[in-house]
């Protein structure tokens, strides 16, 4: 053995090959500072015996190469004064340097991921080979950040800039046959071989066959580029880069300045130039931001697995009530293994949801994301039925039908009686209380909520919704099956609106409050939009949702907070509801709707819309951007609060994830927690108060006040 720790051992194999093998305790390999110190120290062991060695195989002995990073030592990391992160990086890169460096051909052996620092390390070897189950990339500007290991310097030097641009400003991990074309890797093996396969390339480099000194010579290199095409490459990469990340997100576009400006140096200058865009993006809000929704994600993923040890298996599920959204969750079950039954009781309705689960495939198909036999497969795993017969077997029902809770509960007790006594029950319900709904069944232990947000394809979070009656096995088994679904679960308790309606009414409130004093719905949604960052405006929002169900759900806030959501005269809302105008749904709302070309919704301006708001609350007056964010904001932020302060939702990381997931805040703010958090307590109540005037909504809470005396923050400093 040449150098063992707990988490790296290098050993000598056949030709004097060292083996060089990351093994950490835990379930994968990542660097964190043990690691990396590890490998430090491995790397000078082969050093020391240098006169034994020919060449080093970098391997793993997991099934993944090497996640990345430790992402959990950033935030702490990043807080320190800019001189100690930088001190960091650079004895971090010389550990890089230094496994590139060493006197003999080395090559890496990639099976499962190997991300960000993994591919760093990779990247740093004279040769790669995998075998099929690899997956490549440098995935930082997902997390605000830009390559801090090396890899704006490396990956253009391997497989040329304009492809090393694409894989790093998208952040997208590759397949190992697209990382062969582009030159990434050197071959693809099956996986029972990748050892052997790495020992005979290492062994034709030791003969000659292979030339292992230029290719480690044209990595510390300038890149080899023509002036006008390396002009004409960068310009167009900008071009693309912002159109895509936008404003709001500076990291994809610092790895098109960095790769530019460090083109013409060897190593040292160019990782010089990466060196400090990192400092300063790890410095930004936006990381900050994105590094806690990481971690938050993580957390949350945490809390699933665990609750799958003491969940009871679901190997077939039903839904009731087909159409798009029973369609949807029929779609989402098999298309992830689990057999499901929609059961309706009309055949126009299973049709429907049939109809629903066949576009989604036929859709994939067209994108090369699946083949027909895959489609075949899922939709046999669907069987739709017009009798109760078929759901006996279903571990897990889901009652999807029409939002009532007359209907809802009748269908609820006539279920019950055609299931095992141990199927859990849930209602997909987005306003009616768990509790009440619980009353209509004989063992309430076994049932929760299941909200799905729609369209369900495309949404990632699915609340659980805890009633008072269920029993934690329910819970846990309801999660695991949202996971297995390939959703992320957030358990909240019962309460009007749950946890995202009712956070996301408050902010519909404070719409209608600004168009009651005259503010222009177009406007708002412009703030909203490009400056604050949510991917859709309030008033569009509503059309979306439909202003039929906006109208149903206030109704519902209102009765459950009346001193806060109930309204004293018409709002917005009210006006559209009463003319009809319900959105996309019947083409005309805050916007009237056309179909486009693509036969996707087109939005235009409407002067109807205006006439009815004008005739309902007078001329249209002008609002600065910084009020029309206050005024939609603060009311979201503190319903936020007050969810967590009652125990809604069990902790700010759940409640960030739910907002981000469910309602698309804008990922760069880190959802309303990071955001008070970023703004300062003491700042978010001294601008709560400056609206107070304004009702229930704008007056923060107690604790709100406690928190901001003692310069506290939500999530830990």
Same mark, same amino acid.
């Given at each position: 053995m040449i150098y063992q720790?707990?988490?790296?051992?290098?050993?000598?194999?056949?030709?004097?090959?060292?083996?060089?093998?990351?093994?950490?305790?835990?379930?994968?390999?990542?660097?964190?500072?043990?690691?990396?110190?590890?490998?430090?120290?491995?790397?000078?062991?082969?050093?020391?015996?240098?006169?034994?060695?020919?060449a080093v195989l970098v391997t793993s002995a997991k099934d993944t190469f090497i996640v990345g990073a430790?992402?959990?030592?950033?935030?702490?990391?990043?807080?320190? +004064?800019?001189?100690?992160? *930088?001190?960091?990086?650079?004895?971090?890169?010389?550990?890089?340097?230094?496994?590139?460096?060493?006197?003999?051909?080395?090559?890496?052996?990639?099976?499962?991921?190997?991300?960000g620092g993994g591919c760093e390390a990779i990247l740093a070897t004279d040769f790669r080979i995998a075998d099929s189950s690899a997956?490549?990339?440098?995935?930082?500007?997902?997390?605000?950040?830009?390559?801090?290991?090396?890899?704006?310097?490396?990956?253009?030097?391997?497989?040329?800039?304009?492809?090393?641009?694409?894989?790093?400003?998208?952040?997208?991990?590759?397949?190992?046959?697209?990382?062969?074309?582009?030159?990434?890797?050197?071959?693809?093996?099956?996986?029972?071989?990748?050892?052997?396969? $790495?020992?005979?390339?290492?062994?034709?480099?030791?003969?000659?066959?292979?030339?292992?000194?230029?290719?480690?010579?044209?990595?510390?290199?300038?890149?080899?580029?023509?002036?006008?095409?390396?002009?004409?490459?960068?310009?167009?990469?900008?071009?693309?880069?912002f159109k895509v990340a936008g404003k709001h997100y500076p990291a994809p576009m610092?790895?098109?300045?960095?790769?530019?400006?460090?083109?013409?140096?060897?190593?040292?200058?160019?990782?010089?130039?990466? *060196?400090?865009?990192?400092?300063?993006?790890a410095k930004t809000e936006v990381a900050q931001a994105l590094i806690g929704i990481f971690l938050n994600d993580q957390l949350v993923k945490g809390k699933a697995k665990k609750a799958s040890k003491q969940a009871q298996a679901v190997n077939s599920a039903a839904v009731l009530?087909?159409?798009?959204?029973?369609?949807?969750?029929?779609?989402?079950?098999?298309?992830?293994?689990?057999?499901?039954?929609?059961?309706?009781? $009309?055949?126009?309705?299973?049709?429907?949801?049939?109809?629903?689960?066949?576009?989604?495939?036929?859709?994939?198909?067209?994108?090369?994301?699946?083949?027909?036999?895959?489609?075949?497969?899922?939709?046999n795993n669907i069987t739709a039925t017009l009798d109760y017969s078929a759901v006996k077997q279903a571990d897990v029902v889901?009652?999807?039908?029409?939002? *009532?809770?007359?209907?809802?509960?009748?269908?609820?007790?006539?279920?019950?009686?055609?299931?095992?006594?141990?199927?859990?029950?849930?209602?997909?319900?987005?306003?009616?209380?768990?509790?009440?709904?619980?009353?209509?069944?004989?063992?309430?232990?076994?049932?929760?909520?299941?909200?799905?947000?729609?369209?369900?394809?495309?949404? +990632?979070?699915?609340?659980?919704?805890?009633?008072?009656?269920?029993?934690?096995?329910?819970?846990?088994?309801?999660? $695991?099956?949202a996971s297995k679904m390939g959703k992320t679960p957030i358990v909240v308790n019962d309460c009007p609106g749950f946890f995202v309606n009712r956070v996301l009414f408050p902010y519909f409130a404070g719409f209608s409050g600004l168009l009651a004093d005259g503010a222009d719905f177009k406007a708002i949604d412009k703030v909203m939009e490009k400056q604050f960052g949510w991917p859709m405006g309030p008033a569009y929002l509503l059309d979306v949702v439909g202003l039929d169900t906006g109208h149903h759900a206030q109704a519902v806030m209102a009765e459950g907070f009346p001193d806060r959501m109930g309204k004293t005269g018409k709002d917005a809302i009210d006006v559209m509801f009463e003319a009809e105008r319900f959105g996309q749904k019947n083409d005309k709302g805050f916007y009237q709707y056309s179909i486009d070309r693509r036969g996707k919704p087109k939005k235009d301006l409407d002067p109807v819309a205006y006439e009815l708001l004008g005739n309902a609350f007078g001329e249209l007056k002008e609002f600065s951007s910084d009020e029309i964010i206050a005024r939609t904001m603060i009311p979201m932020v503190i319903e936020t609060v007050r969810c967590l302060e009652e125990g809604i939702i069990a902790s700010p990381a759940e409640a960030d994830m739910g907002l981000v997931y469910g309602l698309g805040f804008p990922p760069f703010r880190g959802g309303v927690f990071r955001y008070i958090d970023t703004m300062g307590v003491a700042n978010f109540v001294a601008l709560a108060d400056q609206y107070?005037?304004?009702?229930?909504?704008y007056q923060v809470t107690d604790n709100m006040r406690e928190l901001a005396k003692n310069n506290g923050s939500y999530y830990p400093a």
């Amino acid at each position: 053995m040449i150098y063992q720790s707990p988490t790296i051992q290098v050993e000598m194999l056949e030709n004097n090959i060292a083996k060089l093998c990351f093994n950490s305790p835990g379930s994968v390999n990542k660097f964190d500072k043990e690691t990396l110190d590890s490998l430090n120290a491995a790397l000078d062991s082969i050093m020391q015996q240098q006169a034994d060695i020919n060449a080093v195989l970098v391997t793993s002995a997991k099934d993944t190469f090497i996640v990345g990073a430790d992402i959990t030592e950033f935030l702490g990391l990043f807080a320190q +004064p800019e001189s100690v992160l *930088h001190e960091w990086i650079v004895q971090a890169n010389d550990v890089f340097n230094k496994l590139e460096d060493l006197p003999f051909p080395t090559i890496s052996a990639v099976k499962g991921f190997a991300l960000g620092g993994g591919c760093e390390a990779i990247l740093a070897t004279d040769f790669r080979i995998a075998d099929s189950s690899a997956r490549i990339g440098l995935p930082e500007t997902k997390l605000g950040l830009i390559p801090g290991f090396g890899g704006t310097v490396r990956l253009p030097r391997v497989i040329g800039a304009d492809n090393a641009l694409e894989w790093i400003t998208s952040g997208k991990e590759q397949r190992p046959d697209k990382a062969l074309q582009v030159g990434a890797i050197d071959a693809v093996v099956e996986a029972d071989v990748l050892e052997q396969a $790495a020992i005979q390339m290492l062994k034709d480099a030791l003969s000659g066959d292979l030339d292992w000194q230029a290719r480690r010579a044209q990595k510390q290199a300038p890149l080899t580029l023509p002036k006008l095409e390396a002009m004409m490459s960068f310009a167009t990469a900008k071009g693309m880069v912002f159109k895509v990340a936008g404003k709001h997100y500076p990291a994809p576009m610092a790895a098109v300045d960095v790769i530019e400006k460090a083109s013409q140096g060897d190593r040292s200058a160019a990782l010089a130039v990466e *060196h400090q865009a990192f400092i300063k993006l790890a410095k930004t809000e936006v990381a900050q931001a994105l590094i806690g929704i990481f971690l938050n994600d993580q957390l949350v993923k945490g809390k699933a697995k665990k609750a799958s040890k003491q969940a009871q298996a679901v190997n077939s599920a039903a839904v009731l009530g087909a159409g798009i959204m029973g369609g949807g969750i029929a779609y989402q079950s098999a298309s992830k293994g689990t057999p499901i039954v929609m059961k309706d009781i $009309a055949q126009p309705a299973l049709d429907l949801g049939l109809g629903e689960a066949s576009k989604l495939l036929a859709a994939q198909i067209k994108r090369g994301r699946s083949t027909p036999a895959k489609m075949a497969k899922v939709l046999n795993n669907i069987t739709a039925t017009l009798d109760y017969s078929a759901v006996k077997q279903a571990d897990v029902v889901v009652e999807a039908v029409v939002e *009532h809770p007359k209907v809802k509960a009748t269908v609820l007790a006539e279920v019950e009686q055609h299931v095992s006594d141990d199927a859990i029950i849930t209602s997909n319900t987005s306003t009616i209380s768990i509790n009440l709904l619980a009353k209509s069944l004989k063992k309430p232990e076994r049932f929760c909520g299941m909200h799905f947000f729609n369209p369900v394809h495309k949404m +990632p979070l699915v609340e659980v919704i805890r009633g008072e009656n269920s029993s934690e096995e329910t819970i846990a088994s309801v999660v $695991a099956y949202a996971s297995k679904m390939g959703k992320t679960p957030i358990v909240v308790n019962d309460c009007p609106g749950f946890f995202v309606n009712r956070v996301l009414f408050p902010y519909f409130a404070g719409f209608s409050g600004l168009l009651a004093d005259g503010a222009d719905f177009k406007a708002i949604d412009k703030v909203m939009e490009k400056q604050f960052g949510w991917p859709m405006g309030p008033a569009y929002l509503l059309d979306v949702v439909g202003l039929d169900t906006g109208h149903h759900a206030q109704a519902v806030m209102a009765e459950g907070f009346p001193d806060r959501m109930g309204k004293t005269g018409k709002d917005a809302i009210d006006v559209m509801f009463e003319a009809e105008r319900f959105g996309q749904k019947n083409d005309k709302g805050f916007y009237q709707y056309s179909i486009d070309r693509r036969g996707k919704p087109k939005k235009d301006l409407d002067p109807v819309a205006y006439e009815l708001l004008g005739n309902a609350f007078g001329e249209l007056k002008e609002f600065s951007s910084d009020e029309i964010i206050a005024r939609t904001m603060i009311p979201m932020v503190i319903e936020t609060v007050r969810c967590l302060e009652e125990g809604i939702i069990a902790s700010p990381a759940e409640a960030d994830m739910g907002l981000v997931y469910g309602l698309g805040f804008p990922p760069f703010r880190g959802g309303v927690f990071r955001y008070i958090d970023t703004m300062g307590v003491a700042n978010f109540v001294a601008l709560a108060d400056q609206y107070a005037h304004l009702g229930g909504l704008y007056q923060v809470t107690d604790n709100m006040r406690e928190l901001a005396k003692n310069n506290g923050s939500y999530y830990p400093a």
